[in-house]
């Protein structure tokens, strides 16, 4: 089974300065329509998640543009530019898989204000 | 502006049938792909499936045999049924709308179902 691996999963930040959250696939993420489909999500206290980032790099509207995401294959990489007390909460990284359908959610990394 | 929001039963028991619906506001549950997802401490963020009105549903594999996800097009709402529930099965249930083939772009506030006798 495909796993998401994310790194680090605790992630105390000071404001202002910048964040970065690596999600690490077990297999290639290319697809057979050539896409990737990796997306990121931000889900704040007691709020359900929201999606930030879809296609390894597409911000969703909406979001700031101090989130940003790259990678290819099996490495991908969340940066905020500078952190903000809002971003504080829990990162997901999320695969989807097209035949046979199938979703794969990271298990999380938790960002906080130092 | 699209809303969904879960309803259902917060305690099942242990061996029975947890049901839940997804109600939508803006967007008709004939016009999109639409997700159940759990998230537990145990097993973090969990896709159950999806469905499309005018196509078969898809399941987690891990759970295809106990789910049926189905829709009420009258009433524009989205079902979750899951048999042989046991303690495993205790999370906050989401239901979402699929964006794209990928990501999950509107998400219903969740519902607390705890398994338990």
């Known amino acids: 089974d495909l796993v998401l691996t994310q790194t680090p999963l605790s992630l105390p930040v000071t404001l202002g300065q910048p964040a970065s959250i690596s999600c690490r696939s077990s297999?290639?993420?290319?697809?057979?329509?050539?896409?990737?489909?990796l997306s990121w999500l931000q889900q704040r206290p007691g709020q359900p998640p929201r999606l930030l980032i879809y296609?390894?790099?597409n911000r969703f509207s909406g979001v700031p543009d101090r989130f940003s995401g790259s990678g290819a294959g099996t490495d991908f990489t969340l940066k905020i530019s500078r952190v903000e007390a809002e971003d504080v909460g829990i990162y997901y990284c999320?695969?989807?898989?097209?035949?046979?359908?199938?979703?794969?959610f990271g298990q999380g990394t938790k960002l906080e204000i130092k | 502006q699209v809303h969904l929001q879960e309803s259902g039963p917060g305690l099942v028991k242990p061996s029975e049938t947890l049901s839940l619906t997804c109600g939508f506001t803006?967007?008709?549950?004939?016009?999109?792909?639409w997700s159940w997802i759990r998230q537990s401490p145990e097993n973090g963020l969990e896709w159950i499936g999806f469905?499309?009105?005018?196509?078969?549903?898809y399941y987690n594999p891990s759970l295809k045999s106990r789910v049926t996800i189905s829709a009420d097009l009258a009433k524009n709402q989205l079902s979750l049924r899951l048999t042989s529930v046991t303690a495993a099965d205790t999370a906050v249930y989401y239901c979402?709308?699929?964006?794209?083939?990928?990501?999950?772009?509107?998400w219903g506030p969740g519902t607390m179902v705890t398994v338990s006798s």
């Open positions: 979402a709308r699929l964006y794209g083939n990928d990501a999950f772009d509107i």
């Open positions: 803006g967007a008709s549950v004939k016009s999109y792909y």
């Open positions: 469905f499309f009105y005018t196509a078969r549903a």
């Open positions: 297999q290639s993420l290319v697809q057979s329509d050539g896409n990737t489909y």
């Open positions: 296609k390894i790099s």
């Open positions: 999320l695969q989807a898989t097209q035949f046979p359908p199938m979703y794969t």
